[in-house]
């Protein structure tokens, strides 16, 4: 036999109880009208197998034999199923090799059913395989928690409570743009009120639309600090609301964005408070120096953009995915500047004009000059010196080059995955609302459905259920069994 030439290994086959003549035997299947000839000997190697009880029932009575295919032709000998024969390629494997590779561009969840259906235990998939098996699923998962979420968003809970409605209201307008056109148009206000305030914040600081006070020191002028309390006041409203209406308020208060947003908004009422005991205990000279040092923290509120920008946050997720990456880039740096710093330290020592007075000082010029800066505030004298500047400016950029395109390459796959995910979310709760339209047609024949563009999603085998409601998966059943009737 043509497997026994090839001197494939037999460690994982099973023993073939089958007798001489049904391993003598061949079975000739038909796969989507692709006709294969497989060896008796061969199958009864996996015998749990849909093809290995084939192999060993296929002298049995005409019942039996076609109960385990889709048809059969006595007249033949040859045993017809409806599956892909492109996949039935990568099942037939089995039988030769022990193992099953999927082919490149194949679902690995269809692929799972193929193998469940031929009665094929996913042990016997390939370790590289099982990778993508486990990626998919792990995606799929996420989709059906993002289902779920939309899904609580739009029905809630009909046991809560007037206040635990109240409050599941509140959040979904303040947390939720996505949910109504009231929610949206809030988070289209928090966005203009965080420009707004940066704004303010920025053209505050310009000598020429400062006030004095009484004392004669300069202060931010009476409209942009009417500004600022108005922004202030939107922040602290929100951030109220927020922390009163959230379902798990430790969770709340520990997370890094909430975090951001309370140190945008603080302070401003400790400038308040120091203002008030300036004048009534403190030294004027010690409050204004900790307002001052207090005002820097409003740059804080910039950040709370990332709450209303997906983009944003695809970022920050693909910057955590690259840390190894970062932290190469930091060690290439660090090398470099440790290096070349101490060498420019030595080749300088020799002008008399040298501006490397010592090591610490010329890392300072080794930093700016390997991250391609050159302020020019110091400079080599020597020779060698230049030559020295020369080869850490080539160096500074192959090592700032070499670990961007896999940064890149992170983030252009984090954000084509969050819009995967949120695209298939989507077309997720279309198919979900398609059965339940489907199901509420109830009596209605299938030409009826079909007329009114109503699909039975559950009977295709590309549709993968990540919800299911046993009441809807009962009357699914019924309608395909239905169908089945009608179309014999």
């Known amino acids: 036999m043509q497997w026994k030439m090839w001197g494939l290994p037999r460690t994982r086959y099973a023993d073939c109880s ?17 006709k294969h000839v497989l060896p008796g000997d061969i199958l009864n190697r996996y015998p749990e197998t849909l093809l290995g009880e084939l192999a060993t029932n296929s002298s049995q009575s005409f019942d039996t034999v076609a109960s385990l295919c889709d048809d059969y032709d006595p007249g033949k000998g040859e045993f017809y199923f409806d599956r892909d024969p492109d996949l039935f390629r990568s099942i037939v494997e089995l039988y030769y090799y022990g193992e099953i590779h999927m082919k490149r561009g194949i679902c690995p969840v269809f692929f ?14 390939d370790e590289c395989c099982k990778g993508c098996l486990k990626e998919v699923e792990g995606e799929l998962s996420e989709i059906a928690d993002k289902v779920k ?13 007037r206040w635990q409605r109240c409050q599941t209201f509140v959040w979904k307008l303040i947390e939720k743009p996505e949910c109504s056109l009231p929610a949206r148009i809030i988070a289209i206000l928090s966005f203009i009120f965080i420009l707004l305030s940066s704004m303010v914040m920025c053209v505050g600081t310009i000598p020429d639309l400062q006030t004095q006070d009484a004392e004669g020191n300069n202060v931010e002028h009476p409209i942009l600090e ?15 609301l927020r922390l009163v209406s959230s379902p798990n308020k430790v969770d709340f208060l ?12 603080i302070p401003f009422y400790v400038v308040l408070t120091l203002t008030y005991l300036g004048n009534a205990v403190l030294e004027l000279s010690n409050v204004q ?34 840390l190894k990456e970062l932290g190469l880039l930091l060690m290439y740096m660090g090398i470099g500047i440790f290096l070349f710093s101490a060498m420019g330290y030595t080749l300088e020592q020799s002008h008399s004009e040298t501006m490397f007075t010592s090591i610490p000082q010329s890392c300072w010029w080794a930093i700016i000059t390997m991250t391609t800066v050159g302020y020019g505030d110091i400079y080599p004298k020597t020779t060698l010196g230049r030559c020295n500047a020369a080869v850490s400016f080539l160096c500074g950029v192959i090592a700032i080059a070499l670990p961007i395109h896999p940064i890149i390459n992170n983030f252009v796959i984090c954000y084509n995955r969050q819009s995967m995910l949120h695209n298939a979310a989507k077309h997720e709760l279309e198919l979900m609302a398609l059965q339940s339209e489907t199901v509420r047609l109830g009596d209605a024949s299938p030409k009826s459905l079909k007329s009114c563009g109503a699909v039975n999603f559950s009977q295709s085998d590309a549709y993968i259920p990540l919800l299911e409601d046993p009441s809807q998966g009962a009357s699914l059943t019924t309608n395909k069994d239905e169908d089945d009737s009608t179309q014999e």
């Open 18 to 34: 089958g007798s001489e003549s049904s391993e003598e035997m061949e079975i000739v299947v038909n796969i989507g009208g692709v």
């Open 112 to 125: 799972l059913k193929e193998m469940e259906f031929w009665k094929i235990d996913p042990d016997f998939l």
């Open 149 to 161: 979420l939309i899904l609580d968003d739009l029905e809630g809970d009909p046991g809560a409570n």
């Open 226 to 240: 009417a500004i600022e309390t108005t922004c202030i006041v939107w922040f602290t409203v929100e951030y109220i």
């Open 254 to 265: 520990l997370s890094i964005m909430n975090i951001i947003d309370f140190l945008a908004i």
């Open 289 to 322: 120096q900790a307002v001052q040092a207090l005002r820097i923290l409003r740059i804080a509120r910039i950040f709370k953009l990332a709450r209303h920008s997906s983009g944003l946050q695809t970022l920050t997720y693909a910057l955590k995915k690259s």
